[in-house]
């Protein structure tokens, strides 16, 4: 025997379950001549009656009354099976937090903002800062990833370039007039050559503009932040990397004096453990931040 329409048998349920046609027809959005139509092909297609009248009401025979005891609970399988479905589809995604390590100066620069945005893009992926200048200095027990400067040769780790970095100088605008104005690269023994390093940056640069290095700087910084904003004071003429600086730049608060660059000899890298790299909220956020940089 044949099944009649399944649309046949959930108007069936509702007018058991509300014994009365207008009822079932508001229910299910359709006229009462539509409901009546559909009881008439269900019982002439079973050949047994299901219902008799009581006044207004439709009261269920004994067979109706079986009939409807199994429709409801397929009726029931058939909600609950749809509402699971549904909730595993649609379901938020469950909280991650992830740890980065990163350099002090880069995080406040270039990181944080990005990071904050990523924050909007992903909410479910919670985010904490800590702080290493070197590799060897990342604690590993604590971080997933690791955004720092410096060349790869990292045993057990896995990492992608952010981005190319060249080295130029910086300094305050007020460095662009002035007796001495920094108009062209010579203009430069004139003023204060800001290190972070033991000048190696700078014989570097000046090399390349056939400029001898006038010797040690008056003052050594060893963190990278405080030349910087030795530079932003006025103080000298630092050597930065497009990362780095990009905000000074873009507000100006330092300016680029001269168009020479020159490749850093290191890059920043996004690395994370060998065994992290499957993890698909760390390969989220490391292309997330390879996207950035390739784009800024």
Not at 6 to 16: G, I, K, M, P, S
Request: hydrophobic content about 40%; some cysteine; aromatic content about 10%.
């Amino acid at each position: 025997m044949s099944l009649p329409p399944l649309h046949a048998f959930r108007v069936f349920e509702c007018v058991a379950r509300l014994g009365h046609v207008g009822a079932a027809a508001a229910e299910l959005h359709v006229t009462p001549g539509a409901v009546s139509q559909q009881l008439r092909l269900l019982q002439s297609s079973l050949g047994i009656d299901l219902f008799y009248r009581q006044g207004r009401h439709l009261v269920l025979t004994e067979s109706g009354l079986a009939l409807q005891r199994s429709v409801a609970r397929g009726m029931h399988e058939i909600t609950e099976g749809v509402r699971q479905i549904s909730e595993e589809h649609f379901q938020a995604p469950s909280v991650k937090v992830l740890t980065v390590s990163t350099e002090p100066i880069f995080g406040a620069s270039w990181l944080m903002p990005r990071l904050f945005a990523f924050r909007a893009e992903h909410p479910h992926i919670h985010l904490r800062i800590i702080s290493a200048d070197d590799p060897s200095e990342v604690d590993w027990r604590r971080a997933d990833i690791a955004v720092l400067y410096n060349a790869p040769n990292w045993e057990g780790f896995w990492w992608r370039p952010l981005q190319t970095l060249h080295m130029f100088p910086v300094c305050c605008p007020q460095l662009l007039r002035g007796q001495h104005a920094l108009k062209q690269p010579a203009d430069l023994m004139y003023h204060r050559l800001l290190h972070e390093d033991d000048g190696t940056q700078w014989r570097r640069w000046l090399f390349e503009a056939r400029l001898p290095y006038p010797g040690d700087a008056d003052v050594h910084f060893e963190d990278f932040g405080i030349a910087l904003q030795a530079a932003r004071d006025g103080y000298g003429v630092a050597l930065s990397d497009e990362i780095n600086s990009s905000r000074d730049l873009e507000e100006g608060r330092l300016v680029q004096p001269f168009s020479l660059k020159v490749p850093a000899g290191m890059d920043y890298f996004c690395i994370c453990n060998e065994e992290s790299r499957g993890v698909p909220e760390i390969v989220l956020l490391i292309d997330w931040l390879v996207e950035q940089a390739s784009s800024r």
